[in-house]
């Protein structure tokens, strides 16, 4: 049977590997001097002191730590779904059902887009110039929209409830946001609206992801 096993066990492909880690180091290495040549063209072509770059804003700024930092978990909860729900994506092409795929895929970018903005204050920085907040928040909505149309055609076989409440959250969260009112607490509730969302979003989108990843390793033919 051990020698059954071999006949049929598939040639191991190291040569193979080796070049697709070689060129993993690669691209990690120029990613990395990419990165560490735009610290110093800040530096030298524009004034702006590296050591402002690499050092937390706290630090710099001599706030307390704590300073944000809801705001900071709120944004690695962003970045872990959209990472769970995008490596889920891309390893299970051509295998899973196109629409939780898709659900996936939408998931994961709104995830993304919404952790850089909430990262790097995109739409409040946009806001600034005069274009109002509603319409910059366009390309957040069009992608939950996506999202839930994706994940509505699953909706059987997915923890949907998980992204009702996600949505419910983060709309009664904008709706603060929206409303003229300038009442104490009025801040809390809008930002512990988004918190929930954003925590039902990334268990619905870790959920998935887990869902797709272990229907790919069930249907992986058994070697021997």
């Known amino acids: 049977m051990s020698a059954k096993a071999q006949t049929h066990s598939p040639p ?29 063209i800040a530096d030298k072509g524009f004034g702006i002191d590296y050591y402002d770059l690499v050092r937390d804003p706290n630090a710099i700024a001599r706030n307390p730590g704590y300073f944000g930092i809801v705001s900071n978990i709120g944004i690695i909860f962003w970045i872990v779904g959209a990472a769970a729900a995008l490596q889920a994506f891309a390893a299970t092409a051509a295998e899973e059902p196109p629409a939780l795929r898709r659900t996936l895929l ?10 850089i903005d909430d990262f790097l204050m995109l739409h409040e920085a946009v806001a600034t110039t005069g274009i109002p907040e ?24 997915t923890p949907r409830l998980l992204l009702v409440g996600s949505v419910l959250a983060m709309g009664l969260s904008f709706a603060a946001d929206m409303a003229p009112i300038h009442v104490g607490g009025a801040t809390f ?3 512990g609206f ?7 979003l990334t268990t619905y989108l870790v959920a998935i992801s887990h869902q797709a990843l272990r229907g790919r390793a069930s249907k992986r033919p058994a070697i021997g």
Do not use: D, N, Q
């Not at 492909?13 to 610290?39: C, N, Q, Y």
């Not at 988004?194 to 039902?200: D, E, R, S, T």
């Open 12 to 40: 191991a492909r190291t040569g193979k590997w080796h070049r697709s880690e070689a060129g993993t180091i690669i691209a990690v290495i120029l990613v990395s001097v990419i990165m560490l040549a735009s610290l110093v």
């Open 194 to 200: 988004k918190l929930v969302g954003i925590l039902f």
């Open 106 to 115: 939408t998931g994961g970018l709104f995830s993304t887009l919404m952790g």
């Open 134 to 157: 509603e319409v910059v928040l366009v390309p957040h909505m069009i992608l939950l929209a996506a999202l839930c149309c994706c994940a509505y055609i699953v909706r059987a076989e």
């Open 189 to 191: 509730v809008e930002e």
